[in-house]
């Protein structure tokens, strides 16, 4: 098993609701990170800061003014996984 560690890296998630994107999210927060978690659902990222304390931003990356919003949202990162479909 690996031993990874983020501790003091952010890390932001595109597609964080559901599936892959969820199970990334609690990964790396096990792993140190300080999460963000992008979805386009609201109760799916309540449900998922309330499992893992992430950060959540509730957007619809298909329109590029929404991602554009949403990258501005997040901030600075270290770490993008852009998980979205």
Do not use: P
Not at 19 to 26: A, N, S
Not at 34 to 40: D, G
Not at 66 to 83: F, H, K, S, T
């Amino acid at each position: 098993m690996l031993n990874i560690r983020f501790e003091g890296k952010r890390a932001l998630v595109t597609g964080a609701g559901k599936g892959i994107g969820r199970e990334i999210v609690k990964v790396l927060a096990e792993c140190g990170a300080e999460v963000t978690a992008l979805s386009r659902t609201q109760d799916d990222l309540d449900s998922l800061r309330a499992e893992t304390n992430c950060h959540i931003i509730l957007s619809d990356i298909g329109d590029a003014n929404a991602a554009r919003q949403a990258a501005e949202d997040a901030g600075a990162i270290d770490l993008l996984v852009n998980n979205a479909g």
